[in-house]
């Protein structure tokens, strides 16, 4: 700060000089109406309006002034102060009112947009299918069995009349968690762990745990194979299994049963039949099919009415079947002598393929909404 300034002359003290005061205050005006928005308008108030802006430095230089030149120093600066933070004040609000109204622009929210998006979740259509499929069998009177997916090597094979040496038992066939056959050696006596082949050894937990007959159980689940992914298979599919085991139990029972299931699930006029084939846990035991739900059978022979569904031959396989094995009835303690009983499985991923001409089962594993939406929302 100057001293006083004895001899008056305001003329003299550099910074109180009017075209000074006019300089400092046109830069003020332009730098605000330079500044592009409210950052660069803050900025420029600091320089020019601040406590160490030209004109507060100016204004403190008054104090040195003689008393009777303080009044106008004082006069001009403050008409210029009065100026700039006029000028501010505009331009605050000119932008003020264009971030607003950008505001508006950028963040308006449409509120005629649809508000739900996120579609309704349903269930797989192989849970779907299951389920209806089991509630067939509830319908007459079977109850709901399950069993470990994790299964004891005994139950999936053993108990089953699988002999030690049975090719399923091969790690080629099955997932093995623990003893595979390679080194029952050092397995000692302990069961082998897998993961179960099919659901029958639901079939030997629901003997052994109810030991009385009469058994009537249908068992849905998961199952696994070492069998690579392709359009006809997978590692990881689901079966159906039934049992009944009573007093008196025949094999037109069995067959009464199967065409009571397909009937509901394809049609009254839909017939079935069995073919001989073996499976280590039934005896007699059969492979069933079933007559095409679509051709009917006219498609057999006829080149001119070529089915899909059957690839014209008339029949679709739909699993296997038998009179459960005495020998099996016998391992979980039931007297073959008074009762007799039987069994069928199938897999619902090949039921799922022809009942509503899924070309490739990876379709249903993937995960794809456009495949399961077409089979509707049920939940
Ligand atoms: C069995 O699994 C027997 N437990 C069925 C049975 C039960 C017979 C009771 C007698 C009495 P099989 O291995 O054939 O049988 O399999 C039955 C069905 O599972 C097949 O018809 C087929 O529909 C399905 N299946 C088998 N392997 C696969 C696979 N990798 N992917 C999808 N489905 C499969």
């Known amino acids: 700060m100057s001293a006083p300034n004895k001899s008056y ?7 109180l000089k009017p075209e000074e005061i006019e300089r400092m205050r046109d830069e003020a005006l332009a730098a605000f109406a330079a500044a592009g928005d409210l950052d ?13 802006s030209p004109l507060a430095l100016a204004n403190r230089e008054i104090g040195a002034l003689p008393p009777q030149a303080k009044a106008e120093a004082g006069k001009r600066v403050g008409q210029a102060r009065g100026a700039v933070n006029k000028a501010y004040a505009q331009r605050l609000a000119q932008l003020e009112a264009e971030r607003d109204e950008r505001v508006l622009v950028e963040e308006a929210v449409d509120v005629t947009l649809p508000y739900d998006r996120v579609p309704a979740g349903a269930r797989h259509p192989l ?14 009177g079977y109850e709901v069995a399950e069993g470990p997916e994790v299964e004891a090597e005994w139950f999936n094979f053993d108990a089953l009349n699988f002999t030690p040496d049975h090719p399923a038992r091969q790690m080629q066939d099955t997932f093995f968690v623990r003893g595979a056959q390679a080194d029952r050696s050092t397995a000692g006596d302990e069961s082998g762990v897998v993961l179960r082949t099919h659901t029958s050894p ?7 745990e109810r030991r009385e007959p009469p058994v009537y159980i249908v068992c849905p689940g998961r199952v696994y194979r070492t069998d690579e992914l392709d359009a ?35 049609g009254e006029d839909t017939t079935t039949r069995l073919r001989p084939h073996f499976f280590p846990f039934t005896e007699p035991s059969a492979e069933m099919d079933m007559q095409c739900y679509v051709c009917r059978g006219a ?55 022809f009942r509503h001409n899924v070309e490739d089962m990876r379709d249903m594993v993937e995960g794809d909404v456009r495949f399961t939406r077409p089979f509707g929302m049920e939940i």
Request: glycine fraction near 10%; charged fraction near 20%.
């Open 232 to 266: 006809t298979h997978t590692p990881v599919f689901h079966q159906v299994e039934l049992l009944a085991v009573d007093k008196g139990l025949t094999m037109a029972d069995l067959k009464g049963t199967i065409d009571h299931m397909v009937k509901e699930l394809f």
């Open 299 to 353: 498609s057999v022979g006829n080149p001119d009415r070529p089915c899909r569904t059957c690839s014209s031959e008339g029949w679709i396989e739909l699993g296997g079947c038998g009179m459960v094995n005495p020998k099996v009835l016998t391992a979980c303690g039931v007297d073959p002598e008074v009762y007799s009983g039987f069994a069928f499985g199938f897999g619902i991923e090949r039921m799922l393929m």
């Open 9 to 15: 002359d305001p003329v003299e003290v550099e910074a």
């Open 40 to 52: 660069a308008l803050a900025h420029a108030k600091t320089a020019h309006a601040g406590g160490t």
């Open 202 to 208: 639901v079939q030997a937990r629901a003997l052994l």
């Open 127 to 140: 849970t779907t299918l299951m389920d209806r499929v089991a509630d067939i069998f509830v319908g007459m």
